[in-house]
């Protein structure tokens, strides 16, 4: 059974800073892998998704890297705002039809 | 505006009742999906449908039931049987493709016993 986990489990940083989140996977046979983003009492936003043979994918201020044979995953988030400031989830997708594996999150709070 | 929309936002339960929670959405997904989230777990899947009609159970099916009778709406009942209910529950959709595509949420409903 597939576990996925976060590392750090909460940070805190001042703004302006780049910083990077982690996520490492048990099982390498993933379909994709999807960060999302929780606002306190919010949903879920999806910021990245990362097909199994791409290894990275750019959003703005955001990047998202894939390495299956390590089993890991990195989100890169260049020149910190305080408006970063929210959990940050990842969840891998196995290719069955029984939805994501996610991650605990990491809380990111951004000082102004 | 596409999306999917969770009904109510807060919902209370007393002891031994039965409460049903919405999930719409207008992005023509095939898949849809409840998860429950507890403080310090991950999401965990409680049961999830890829076809009208058709639905399984997820890894935390009990106390639960749904239905899917419509494309668009796949409410979650939340029965007297689930002995600790109280959480925030957040539906997603997909369109299918099993694990190929991005799965969209909504704002979630949080759910407390009384």
């Known amino acids: 059974k597939q576990e996925v986990t976060q590392i750090p489990a909460a940070l805190s940083v001042p703004e302006g800073e780049n910083l990077v989140l982690n996520c490492s996977f048990t099982d390498s046979a993933i379909y994709n892998l999807q960060w999302f983003r929780q606002d306190p009492g919010k949903g879920l936003t999806s910021l990245l998704l990362i097909q199994s043979s791409q290894r990275e994918q750019t959003s703005g201020r955001l990047n998202a890297s894939l390495d299956k044979s390590s089993g890991r995953s990195t989100l890169y988030i260049a020149a910190s705002q305080p408006g970063d400031s929210a959990t940050y989830l990842c969840a891998i997708s196995g290719g069955g039809a029984d939805g994501l594996t996610f991650g605990k999150g990491t809380h990111l709070i951004i000082q102004p | 505006d596409g999306g999917i929309t969770q009904s109510p936002k807060y919902l209370f339960r007393k002891e031994g009742q039965n409460v049903t929670l919405s999930c719409e959405q207008n992005?023509?997904?095939?898949?849809m999906y409840w998860y429950r989230q507890d403080p310090g777990q991950g999401l965990r899947l409680i049961y999830y449908?890829?076809?009208?009609?058709?639905?399984q159970k997820g890894d935390i099916a009990e106390g639960y039931s749904v239905s899917r009778e419509k494309k668009e709406s796949f409410p979650l009942t939340v029965t007297s049987a689930q002995k600790n209910p109280t959480a925030f529950y957040l539906c997603?959709?997909?369109?299918?493709?099993?694990?190929?595509?991005?799965?969209?949420f909504g704002q979630g409903t949080r759910l407390t016993v009384v």
């Open positions: 992005l023509n997904h095939d898949a």
């Open positions: 997603a959709s997909s369109i299918g493709n099993r694990g190929l595509s991005e799965a969209f």
């Open positions: 449908s890829q076809i009208v009609n058709d639905f």
